[in-house]
Structures are given as structure tokens and as C-alpha cells.
């Protein structure tokens, strides 16, 4: 049974810092491209930052050069290192894991709120 976990949510003063992990189990993942996912009230699921198998990285403008994705396979682990957080950041941060268009995991998201 595959499982996602997200970690490392919580509430961060503008400015501040947090990193997010996402470990898996019951899936080969170094044949999964990663990604993190983020909801605020009332909008729709966004991309935020995303790692293929190979460790090619894209990122969404609005976080660019503030968030960064990496991942160990030996730990069977991703991460999102996000600094210089904004109260536009506040979401819910989730961690998915695919194989092309048919083979889709999620983990249950986490909590980011940044706000004063």
C-alpha cells in the first residue's frame, strides 16, 4: 500500500522559514516524479514545485528563488525548503507522487500559515 506523509507545517512569521518532507512507503521511489501542491481557502490546488526521477526541477513563478524542491531516494523522501515565506504562502501543502497521467498519489497535506 503506497502511503505519503507529509511534516514540517505549522505557523511562521512573515519572512520566516520552514521545510516540509513528504516520506513515502510501498512504492519504488526513484521511479516517481514528486511534487508539492499547495490549497488556500477558497481557491483551486496549485503546483507549486515539482522533481522528476531525473531531479529536473520547475517551480511555479511566485515562489521562485524563495522555495526550493529536493529529494533522497535513499530515504525515500522529498522536501520543500521555503524561505522568505509570505502570508500569500498560507495553504495547505500536499506532496504527490506520479507516473505519467495514470499512476497518482497524495498525501493527506499539512498546514503552512504565515502570518504575524
Known amino acids: 500500500q503506497v502511503q505519503l506523509v507529509e511534516s514540517g507545517g505549522g505557523l511562521v512569521q512573515p519572512g520566516g522559514s520552514l521545510r516540509l518532507s513528504c516520506t513515502t512507503s510501498g512504492m519504488t521511489f526513484s521511479a516517481y516524479g514528486m511534487g508539492w501542491y499547495r490549497q488556500a481557502p477558497g481557491k483551486q490546488r496549485e503546483m507549486v514545485a515539482a522533481i522528476t526521477k531525473g531531479g529536473t526541477t520547475n ?4 515562489v521562485q528563488g524563495r522555495f526550493t524542491i529536493s529529494k533522497d531516494n535513499a530515504k525515500n523522501t ?3 525548503q ?10 495547505v501543502y500536499y506532496c504527490r507522487a506520479s507516473i505519467g497521467p495514470l499512476i ?6 499539512t498546514q503552512v500559515t504565515v502570518s504575524s
Open 59 to 62: 517551480y511555479i513563478d511566485s
Open 82 to 91: 521555503m524561505n522568505s515565506l509570505k502570508p500569500e504562502d498560507t495553504a
Open 104 to 109: 497518482d498519489y497524495w498525501g493527506q497535506g
Open 78 to 80: 522529498v522536501y520543500l
